[in-house]
Each structure stands twice: as structure tokens, then as C-alpha cells.
């Protein structure tokens, strides 16, 4: 009996030990599924938060710059048509050539209106020699009616064929004067000191009167001073003031600044592209600026006061009206309207509704709302500092 306990003994610490091994392997077991749950809850958690980037908006009190193209026209420019139809007899001045006011520049051959100016003298004599005796009939007839030698109605029809032959006389001399005009159109000459920049005719070419059915025959262009034609958007349109003073750059003089000020304004937009037309003028004694040239037009625009700045990629649009989608010190998205100043295009200026402190979410999906939990990306770093870029090289390996 004594023998067969001591034999039962050892099995049953064996099984005690089995049954706390595995009590305590179940207890673990159980423990970490828990944990490894609750890690998960946690990752999926954190996994589900959106990474947004973000930007403060800027405050300035600076004005903008604008720059804008240019048209460049030569200050007084006029083309020279002929006034009266014939043939290029000679011309004297070609394209670049200084001319004074009042220079002769072409003649022109009208044998058609010689001989119309001829004609015309011809039928004044005429009507005035018809005048001449109808003059001397009308006062004989007047000295007969005195005496009742004659009627009273024939010495009318008398005076009364004096006064058309006179009517006539004038009409013929008048037609004379307008041939003489049309005979001094004969040479066309400069009207202004300037320089002849474009010719378009030579000798023996026909030329027809007027602008209608006749070409140019000259360009004649003061270049001492220039205007610049600019189209100001409606942003800056009304910062755009007589007496603003402007820089302006020509491909032709690369890094040679010029100064122009704004002295009209067409104050009106053009209804189709919502632009200012704004003229400048430019001194340009040595004419090294030529019309036609491009012009790069610089503005400082002046600033009404500080305001905030935004990129354009910020605004949410909604029926709400606009907004923004800031982050809070706790990570939760708040929606925020905002009043739209100016659009500069990649940036707008913000006139309520945001300070410089507030975080803005750059390119905001359009299923943000408010509360939702975000991650801010850390900031980029700057491209020239990659890896190793301030490391020294090492002098072994090189």
C-alpha cells in the first residue's frame, strides 16, 4: 500500500503543473489577441486620418507688381494718300529719310485734270461773257421801263436772266477754284517733322484720289516720342491712375530699364476681355525705341493696406458660399467662409474670415467636413538639401 502511493504521487504534481502551464498559456494567448487588437483598432484608426499639407496665409502691406504686354505707336503717325487721280511723276523721300514740315515728297501727273482745269476756264469765260451782256441788256430795259417804253414784265424777265447769268458766271468760277485745288494736290508733302516709315508707290504707278479707292503712298511717323498701349485686368483696373508711373522693357535692349507714366485711360472695360486700355508715353530723342516694338510694362500697383494671402488652390466652393478647411491644435477640420478680395491668379487676397495664425488645408478633398480628424504632413524639405548635401567629401575615397 505504502508502494502504491508513492507511485501515485509524482503523476499528480505532474498534472497540476500541466493544468497551471496551460491555465497560464491561455491567459497569454488571451492577453495578446487583446493587445494586437487593440493595436490594430489603433493602426486602422490612425491609417483612416487623411494626411493633408497645409499654409498660413501671408499678411502684406506691399504693394503688386503687374506686368502686362505693350503695343508701341510712334506718337503722331499719318499715311499719305493723294487727293486728286493721276500718274507718279517722281518721288523724293524713301523709308527712313528725316523730313521737315512741309517737304516735298512726291508729284503726281494729272493730264485728266489739266485739261478739266482747262475746260473749266473755258466755260467761266463763257458765263462771264453771258453775264456781260446780260448786264448791258437789263440796264437798257431798266432806262426804257423808266420812260413807259416798255413793259414792265419784259424789263423784269431782263433783270431776272441777268441775276441766272450771273449765277451761272459763279458756279464756273467756283468749279475753276475747286480744279485749282486738286492741281495743288499735285505734290504731296510731309505734314509734320518726322521720318518717312513706309513708301508705297514708285514712279509711273496709277494713283485714284482718296483713301476709298486708293492705297497709301507714304507713312510719315514722329519717333521722338512714343506711346504705349497696355490692357490692365479689372483687378488692378482701379489702382491704374493717371500719373502712374510705370517701367517698361524692350526685347531689343535687354536690361535697360525705361520709364514711362500713365497719362490716359479709356475709363472703361472692354466688355469681352474686362480690360483697362491705358496709355503711357516715352521720351525717345534718340529714337532707339522703334514703333511697333514690343513692350513689357512694369506696374507697382500700390497697396490699400495689409491684407492676407492665399493660393488659389485653398478655396472650397460650395453653397455655402466660399471656404477654406483650417486645422485646429487638436487635429479636427473646421470650415470657415471667407470674403474674396482681389484674384491675382495663383493667389487671392482674403478680406475677412481668416487670421494669419489659422492653418489652411491646400487642395482640400471635397468629402472634408467639419470635425473630421486630420494628419498635417510634416513640411518638405528644401530640394537642395537632400541627403548628404552638407556632407564633406571624404578624402580617402576620392
Known amino acids: 500500500m505504502v508502494e502504491q502511493s508513492q507511485q501515485h504521487f509524482p503523476i499528480g504534481r505532474i498534472l497540476w503543473v500541466l493544468a497551471i502551464v496551460a491555465i497560464i498559456v491561455a491567459v497569454w494567448g488571451t492577453i495578446s489577441r487583446l493587445h494586437a487588437r487593440s ?8 491609417d483612416a ?11 502684406s ?32 523721300t524713301d523709308i527712313g529719310a528725316h523730313v521737315k514740315k512741309g517737304q516735298l515728297l512726291a508729284e503726281i501727273e494729272t493730264p485728266e485734270v489739266d485739261r478739266q482745269l482747262s475746260q473749266a476756264k473755258a466755260d467761266l469765260a463763257t458765263a462771264q461773257a453771258n453775264l456781260d451782256l446780260s448786264e448791258t441788256t437789263n440796264k437798257r430795259w431798266q432806262a426804257l421801263l423808266a420812260t413807259n417804253s416798255v413793259s414792265r414784265q419784259d424789263a423784269d424777265e431782263k433783270a431776272g436772266d441777268a441775276a441766272a447769268k450771273k449765277a451761272s458766271r459763279d458756279s464756273a468760277d467756283e468749279n475753276v477754284r475747286r480744279l485749282n485745288e486738286l492741281e495743288g494736290f499735285k505734290r504731296l508733302y510731309a505734314p509734320f517733322d518726322g521720318v518717312v516709315t513706309a513708301r508705297n508707290t514708285d514712279i509711273g504707278n496709277l494713283i485714284n484720289a482718296g483713301q ?10 514722329d519717333t521722338k516720342k512714343l506711346r504705349i498701349y497696355a490692357q490692365v485686368p479689372e483687378t488692378y483696373a482701379y ?53 511697333g516694338a514690343y ?47 482681389r484674384d491675382f491668379g495663383k493667389s487671392i487676397e482674403v478680406l475677412d474670415g481668416l487670421t494669419d495664425q489659422d492653418k489652411v488645408v491646400v487642395n482640400p478633398p471635397d ?32
Open 295 to 341: 513692350a513689357e510694362v512694369h506696374f507697382k500697383i500700390p497697396s490699400a493696406g495689409e491684407s492676407l494671402r492665399l493660393p488659389s488652390n485653398v478655396v472650397i466652393f460650395r453653397s455655402q458660399g466660399l471656404q477654406v478647411a483650417t486645422v485646429t491644435p487638436q487635429g479636427e477640420v473646421k470650415l470657415k467662409n471667407i470674403i474674396q478680395g
Open 61 to 92: 502691406s506691399a504693394g503688386d507688381e503687374l506686368v502686362i504686354p505693350g503695343i508701341t505707336q510712334a506718337f503722331i503717325e499719318a499715311p499719305i494718300y493723294a487727293r486728286t487721280s493721276g500718274y507718279v511723276r517722281a518721288w523724293y
Open 212 to 221: 476709298a479707292s486708293g492705297g497709301e503712298l507714304f507713312r510719315v511717323s
Open 49 to 59: 486620418e487623411i494626411t493633408v499639407n497645409v499654409v498660413s496665409p501671408d499678411k
Open 367 to 398: 468629402s472634408i467636413i467639419d470635425g473630421l480628424h486630420v494628419r498635417i504632413a510634416p513640411p518638405a524639405p528644401p530640394k537642395d538639401q537632400g541627403p548628404g548635401a552638407n556632407q564633406k567629401p571624404d578624402p580617402k575615397k576620392s
Open 39 to 46: 493595436e490594430l483598432k489603433e493602426r486602422t484608426a490612425a
Open 239 to 291: 489702382a491704374t491712375t493717371i500719373g502712374l508711373k510705370a517701367e517698361m522693357h524692350f526685347p531689343g535692349h535687354p536690361g535697360k530699364p525705361y520709364d514711362g507714366v500713365v497719362v490716359n485711360s479709356s475709363h472703361a472695360l472692354d466688355p469681352t476681355a474686362r480690360t483697362l486700355q491705358v496709355e503711357l508715353q516715352l521720351d525717345n530723342p534718340n529714337e532707339e525705341v522703334l514703333p
